[in-house]
């Protein structure tokens, strides 16, 4: 029994890793497509976006917005990057057509947080460009967001705004800047490390592909248990052989 439920459960495994290599695939294309794309009005992709069933089928499409910060409308979210550890910058923005959104204008290192001036500093008008992302509810590096502290671990839309006192933002943000050169199939000049503060353009649009390996290693696992299960077998009809059982 124990056999049986090992086998099934690799080849289950094994499975769910194809699968996960057929999303993984369309992700690489379809943000690779979207990278090169003439940014879209903010407007536009959000109506699209509301209009389909999947909540994820705007995501990384290049945006642009015009419109106001809105002051003192500004967290920090948790965030591991390829400059170190730190915190993404999100502020609200007021746009011109009326809509409230969270803008991630971009990382700064955790020893800078305190250090630099992150508000908004634009007293008029400002046009933003950037790609749509998703809410990402819940929390991050294994623990639970605390609005009531100010505690993000990722950046979580509709929490961070009701945090914020935002009853109409849209539940979306947008990754300030679009990375430049950063092919999903080749390796990304390395962001600056001496800023300027918030960086923007860091939004992660080059993935890692293993699945295609972690499947045969589930496949092979469950072909060692049919082996072992065979010599079991066999060692058993030699031995009943042996003692004419």
């Known amino acids: 029994m124990v056999g049986i439920a090992l086998f099934f459960g690799f080849v289950t495994l094994g499975t769910w890793q194809v699968q996960r290599r057929v999303w993984k695939l369309d992700l690489m294309e379809r943000v690779e497509q979207r990278l090169h ?19 994820r089928a705007q995501e990384y499409q290049p945006v642009h917005a015009t419109g106001q910060w809105i002051a003192g409308k500004t967290v920090f979210a948790q965030a591991l990057t390829a400059i170190g550890s730190g915190f993404w910058v999100l502020s609200a923005m007021q746009t011109d057509d009326g809509r409230q959104v969270l803008v991630n204008r971009g990382f700064v290192p955790d020893t800078l947080v305190n250090k630099v001036p992150l508000e908004p500093t634009a007293n008029g008008g400002v046009r933003i ?40 933002a849209l539940p979306y943000f947008i ?71």
């Open 37 to 55: 794309a003439t940014p879209q009005s903010l407007g536009s992709v959000a109506a699209a976006a509301a209009a389909s069933s999947d909540p």
């Open 129 to 168: 460009e950037g790609l749509l992302r998703v809410s990402e509810p819940d929390g991050g590096f294994l623990r639970e967001n605390n609005p009531a502290n100010n505690k993000w671990y990722s950046r979580d839309v509709a929490a961070i705004a009701t945090r914020l006192g935002l009853p109409d």
């Open 175 to 245: 990754d300030l800047g679009i990375p430049t050169n950063a092919h999903v199939n080749a390796d990304a000049p390395a962001p600056a490390a001496n800023g300027p503060w918030p960086q923007p353009g860091m939004t992660v649009v080059k993935f890692h592909n293993s699945h295609a390996v972690y499947a045969l290693t589930w496949y092979g696992l469950a072909l060692m248990v049919l082996l072992a299960a065979w010599l079991v077998v066999r060692h058993e009809r030699r031995e009943n052989s042996r003692t004419g059982a």
